[in-house]
């Protein structure tokens, strides 16, 4: 990941689920089926309880009465069925998931080789891979494990892959679909390009997209327009079981353009947590692009900023609770209409009561309200969804306090976050007026000019700044859920916690992360929107930067924050770029290829965050060679706030949205030699890595371009 978006919870494309989960499944939870009961019922909720334990000898009581692709068919994928249907709900968390596909993928692998040569457990095959460009793949890897362990063949072709190679692969292996995965804005362009080539070549083959970035509206209208074949959007690894369980029963339907069903009102309880938890699932991806300054920077969208969006729509779905108890009581005339002006103070005051919440904490209250919503909601009859409020019914109310509401929001967020980094050199204008950051700051003395390589350096001392919240609820999505504040902090320490120590020492003891760092100072002076670096005798241009500037607001720019060519001063420009080594990639594809998912997850999520907690680490390492590391806070966690001296900035973020400056930065510092490569794409390989550039003027901090 890169640096900026560090302060993120992150979270890949087709492993954000929507929402996650209402209750907790316990790691330790014994079969729902009793001792006693069919061998039937055991084997399915071995696989929903993902409990290995005496599944051979069940698997032998079976074979005395079932053939082995009939336990498979009827029997284990019934209980990878129910594991869906928790999952869809929100009711069984991910790493309890992948437990039931490693239980799944250990059944399997014991009765295939007693089948008959003609039997089979597949139902479909499908080319899956990440798009060119593109370097990450525990969200493709996810979809893998889901649809192989539901009966599905999967041709996994890895990252970065062009769409010449997936079309071979289609030919080769007689796929009956494509599957395009991505975690970047980038991606979602390539996969564009991909469907045009196939448009062009006139192919009709299934292709179902899924990505972080993705949206719905995106596929259903700029690419359903240029691929004229079946084409769908999944939010999740479910969502595209769901579509190759359709394929393959004979509906080659393809979506629906004409109207936006998140935008209507649902006619059961059902199609309307649905919904509700669909919208909430595409506004978690969205949260994942937005910085915590830009999440509370106000007038970002008109006067609200995406901080104001989350407060109210936690007073109306209270509100909108409140209002559906009288519904069901039957208490028509409790149901106020509200006025525009009533409406208007109410999302004034709930603005106001949430503004000192963190980050985490609100987001934490408004799936809290959400799950007191649906459990409202599940309280309703069908009659119920007919009762007349006003104009219209309970199901318009619902609908337009809730999901449709937060719909029309969404969509403002999601074209920000595309138009924003979509940002174009060309295209951005440029402002004349300058910022009024102070210039007269001290400028720290560079150690040295060049750069240098660390390989020294201890994990033991990097683990401290790990940011926990992002590891357990983001990379491993541990969240609350329906959990009171006390009660998902003792479940983090009991259950968590244990694992989290238990990979930070297998790290150490067997060399899985191993932290390298090249680091650099060049001095610089600034030229309007342009840096520009020298060489050692500090009068040759060595390279040049140029940043785009605010065009309203502050009207800051990079360059600023830097003494200009015209001040008689020279000034100092940092940079590194940090990993934990490529061998952490190869260890995460090992175990996902051993089948041992769950390990999967933990160790991925693990060696993401410790390259963030590298960056982190030396960062301050950095402040402390220039002098200025005693205006640290001294709790780490405040770091992860900025709360220290100047900033460190990552390309194709925010403030320096250019992703192909990585190429400068790679001339400068040379990361080949600790293992780093660029894609053509100029993201970094191994993914486990994450670069910056080093700003120590006072008053440097994130902002955005727009």
């Avoid at 079309?167 to 395009?180: F, R, T």
């Avoid at 080539?197 to 596929?219: C, F, Q, S």
């Avoid at 968590?496 to 002076?525: A, D, T």
């Avoid at 949205?657 to 400068?668: M, N, R, S």
Wanted: hydrophobic letters at 40%; charged letters at 25%.
């Amino acid at each position: 990941m890169q640096e900026e978006k560090k302060q993120k919870v992150v979270y890949d494309p087709l492993i954000e689920i929507i929402n996650y989960y209402a209750g907790k499944k316990s790691d330790t939870a014994k079969s729902k089926a009793p001792v006693s009961s069919s061998v039937e019922d055991r084997l399915k909720n071995r696989i929903i309880d993902g409990e290995k334990q005496g599944l051979e000898d069940d698997l032998k009581l079976a074979l005395e009465r079932y053939k082995p692709l009939d336990i498979i068919n009827s029997i284990l994928l019934g209980g990878m069925k129910v594991v869906g249907e928790l999952f869809g709900k929100g009711e069984m968390q991910l790493p309890f998931v992948l437990q039931s596909a490693e239980v799944m993928k250990v059944a399997v692998a014991y009765l295939e080789p007693l089948m008959e040569k003609a039997g089979s457990t597949q139902k479909g095959t499908m080319v899956l891979a990440t798009v060119k460009g593109d370097v990450h793949d525990i969200g493709k890897n996810l979809v893998d494990i889901i649809l192989t362990n539901n009966g599905y063949k999967v041709i996994n072709l890895g990252i970065k892959c062009p769409v010449d190679v997936m079309l071979h692969a289609v030919e080769e292996h007689k796929a009956d679909a494509i599957g395009m995965s991505g975690l970047l804005v980038k991606s979602t362009m390539i996969m564009k390009e991909n469907l045009e080539v196939m448009a062009e070549r006139d192919l009709k083959i299934p292709v179902l997209l899924g990505g972080a970035a993705l949206t719905r509206r995106y596929v259903e209208e700029d690419l359903r327009a240029v691929y004229d074949a079946p084409l769908f959007y999944c939010e999740d690894a479910f969502s595209g079981l769901r579509v190759m369980e359709n394929l393959m029963s004979g509906d080659k339907g393809e979506m629906k353009t004409a109207e936006d069903v998140l935008a209507l009102p649902a006619a059961t309880v059902q199609e309307t947590i649905k919904r509700i938890r669909i919208v909430r699932h595409q506004w978690n991806k969205a949260l994942e692009y937005i910085s915590d300054e830009e999440f509370e920077k106000s007038k970002t969208f008109g006067n609200w900023s995406v901080r104001d969006f989350i407060a109210h729509f936690i007073e109306w779905e209270y509100i909108l609770i409140a209002r559906l108890r009288h519904a069901v009581n039957n208490e028509l005339s409790k149901l106020k209409q509200f006025s525009d002006e009533e409406t208007d103070h109410t999302n004034t005051e709930a603005v106001k009561k949430y503004k000192s919440y963190p980050r985490m904490e609100l987001i934490d209250l408004w799936n809290e309200a959400q799950s007191g919503l649906i459990q409202q909601i599940t309280s309703l009859l069908p009659e119920h969804f007919a009762i007349l409020i006003g104009q219209g019914t309970v199901s318009d109310m619902i609908a337009e306090s809730s999901f449709a509401h937060e719909y029309v929001h969404l969509h403002k967020v999601q074209a920000w976050i595309i138009e924003n980094q979509k940002l174009d050199k060309t295209k951005v204008p440029r402002v004349k007026r300058r910022s009024k950051v102070a210039i007269n700051v001290d400028i720290p003395q560079a150690p040295f000019f060049g750069s240098k390589i660390i390989d020294s350096v201890s994990l033991n001392d990097i683990y401290p700044y790990i940011n926990e919240i992002a590891l357990f609820r983001g990379q491993w999505q541990f969240t609350r859920g329906k959990m009171s504040v006390a009660e998902y902090e003792a479940f983090v320490k009991e259950k968590v916690q244990p694992v989290f120590e238990q990979w930070k020492f297998r790290s150490v003891s067997e060399n899985l992360l191993i932290p390298k760092i090249v680091y650099g100072y060049y001095p610089c002076q600034s030229d309007g929107d342009d840096l520009i670096l020298y060489q050692d005798d500090q009068k040759t241009e060595k390279m040049r930067f140029t940043f785009p500037r605010q065009s309203e607001g502050n009207y800051y720019c990079i360059s600023d924050f830097f003494a200009s060519n015209d001040s008689g001063r020279m000034d100092v420009f940092g940079c590194m770029l940090v990993t934990v080594g490529l061998q952490a990639s190869e260890f995460s594809a090992k175990l996902f290829e051993a089948n041992n998912y769950s390990d999967y997850l933990y160790f991925h999520g693990l060696s993401v965050e410790t390259a963030e907690a590298l960056a982190e680490y030396w960062h301050r390492q950095i402040r402390s060679e220039l002098g200025f590391s005693h205006d640290d806070n001294q709790e780490i966690k405040k770091l992860f706030q900025q709360k220290y001296r100047g900033s460190r900035y990552s390309f194709g973020y925010p403030a320096c949205p250019y992703l192909e400056d990585q190429a400068k930065l790679f001339e400068l510092l040379e990361p080949e030699r600790i293992g780093v490569s660029l894609t053509e794409e100029f993201h970094l390989v191994p993914e486990q890595s994450t670069s910056a550039i080093i700003v120590h003027h006072p008053e440097a901090k994130y902002f955005n371009i727009k």
